[in-house]
């Protein structure tokens, strides 16, 4: 089986994702018909494809936001673990809308993902007319956390696992390998940087400063994202992951809590005392 979507994006995309999971993607598209190739998200994840109806607990909408992070995904991409962006929007958007609905808790497991679609989801949440609040029991990094700290707060059991701030991109330099199989490019192209990170050819050093560039701008953009909520210094936000207690005690999350059940009431006496 090829995932000629997937392996584009492996190749080019920005990654907010903790480097095991990414690992297991590489794997999994090198040796597609290896068993459990496919399982690439946490078991038993299918990304945030449910209607908020299906989370609707006296008041407060809890939406799933588990899997692998990315947008547009395709039924392939959805089946191997992903977490549609689109359809978190979709239901962030109904429950706003429904007066049944008086605060929502984002439900997270998720080792993160790819970049794109991240500011937009940070920008409704910063703009949503309802409190929103975050919690994991499991793993919430990289792009997850990014999306955690875009809601008004973050919670986090004893024994999760949170942090693996930063962003990479992983592009392939197979020019060796051709070479070794007798295999030469010859490509006919304009512009300096048309075939930038092609894998038939090693990265000039104007290329590499332009995707170094890249990775920085959103990194920058990240932290920015941790820190005007949170009082989280420099030295903990270069891709380390902490269990819950040590998110806490370096400010990564709001408070310890046992279960979703106990950020469900929380959310629930605040949103109803402010009516």
């Known amino acids: 089986m090829s995932y000629p979507r997937i392996a584009a994006k492996v190749a080019r995309e920005q990654w907010s994702l903790e480097p095991s999971t990414f690992r297991a993607i590489l794997h999994a598209l090198n040796n597609p018909d290896a068993p459990g190739a496919v399982a690439m998200a946490p078991a038993g994840d299918s990304g945030a494809d449910d209607t908020v109806e299906d989370y609707l607990t006296d008041g407060v909408a809890v939406i799933r936001v588990h899997g692998i992070i990315g947008k547009h995904m395709s039924d ?24 049944n609905i008086r605060a929502v808790v984002l439900d997270i497991n ?35 956390l ?4 875009s809601a008004q707060a973050f919670y986090a059991t004893p024994s999760a696992h949170v942090g693996s701030v930063g962003v990479y991109i992983m592009l392939l330099d197979a020019s060796r390998h051709y070479e070794m199989e007798g295999i030469k490019h010859d490509p006919v192209y304009n512009g300096e940087f048309k075939l930038a990170g092609a894998s038939f050819k090693p990265l000039t050093d104007a290329e590499r400063a332009m995707f170094q560039a890249q990775v920085d701008k959103t990194a920058s953009q990240f932290k920015a994202i941790v820190k005007a909520g949170h009082d989280v210094a420099d030295e903990f936000l270069e891709g380390q992951v902490y269990d819950g207690e040590d998110a806490e005690r370096i400010n990564m999350v709001d408070s310890i809590v046992m279960d979703i059940q106990e950020v469900v009431d929380l959310v629930k006496m605040a949103a109803f005392d402010s009516v």
């Not at 990014?146 to 700290?149: D, F, G, L």
């Open 76 to 99: 392939l991409e959805m089946a191997c673990g992903g977490c549609s962006l689109d359809a978190v929007r979709d239901q962030l958007s109904m429950a706003e809308q429904d007066d």
């Open 110 to 144: 998720s080792p993160g993902g790819t970049v794109t679609g991240l500011p937009e989801i940070t920008a409704l949440l910063r703009d949503y007319a309802k409190p929103v609040v975050a919690f994991t029991d499991s793993q919430c990094c990289s792009a997850a």
């Open 146 to 149: 990014w999306i955690a700290h």
